[in-house]
């Protein structure tokens, strides 16, 4: 910081009229402000703090130099969002078999299921997998206007005796959230049936943990465990990778997301209604679970 003092005692001595008087005092601060500006960095503001009206004969100011501090605003990151619904299921079957087993909630009756992609396929949209969302997120590719994607959770045995001959008469992609520890149990796929579906062409397998568990209550070793068991089998029976993640339950934690950044996941898809999916919200897409009623009450 410069400072400069000009004295009056000088210039009083000189019996100068007032208006003189103020006008050599003015010329005296342009020239060392001039000269200050000239030696100084193009960074240095200079401020006068003291008011003329409020000097006094005989008395002492300072003009006081600081440097400009140069703001540093960080500017926020853009997202890159496109508009695709992503539609979920769990069990597609006949309601009264869904009323025997206790399954009402969750169940989609056929006929409701085959209105549903019929209406899809009639209304324009196409139907692709979730990977290749993730793909035009990480890469800001434009999709066409109406795109979704079906996706139905937890392997149940419904799927390849009710949904996926739908799928092959409508031509439609399929989207399946496997619980790998479950398949082959009573009421599961079978690694047969999943590989035949796989190898259509209109059905992908993805990631949904061993068990089925909820990861956010979970250690970091168990929800690892439960993650990459899966994959393993996943990638070993079906012959690829698998880099999408489903949480069951849309239970989810810090520790998760870590765990599949780490382990070359591109998308994690939640329970979260909504249709706008974005980049910077890739581990955490959202999906609209579907009832009985005809798609277009639920925005599409």
Known sequence: MARYTVSWHKLSREKLPMTTLLLVLISAVIVVIF???????????????SKLKEINPGQNFRLITQDKKTPTTEQPQISFCLRVPIILYHHIQPMKAAQEKNETTLTVDVK??????????????????????????????????????????????????????????YNVILNLMIPTGLIGREGFLSWHQLQEMVNSGLVFAYNHTWSHASLGSLSRKR?????????????SKLGRDVNIFAYPYGSKSDVVLDILQSNGFIAGLTTSHGFNQCDTAIYTLHRNHIGNAPLSSYGL
């Open 35 to 49: 000269r200050e500006n000239q030696s100084a960095d193009n960074s240095t503001e200079v401020k006068v703090f």
């Open 223 to 235: 929800a690892e465990a439960e993650i990459l068991l899966a994959k393993q089998q996943l990638t």
């Open 112 to 169: 409701n299921f085959e209105s549903q992609v019929a209406y899809l396929v009639s209304s324009g949209y196409k139907t692709i997998p979730v990977e290749q969302l993730a793909q035009a997120l990480i890469k800001r590719q434009k999709l066409p206007s109406k795109t979704a994607i079906i996706t139905i959770d937890d392997g149940y045995r419904d799927i390849y005796t009710y949904a996926y001959p739908i799928a092959k008469k």
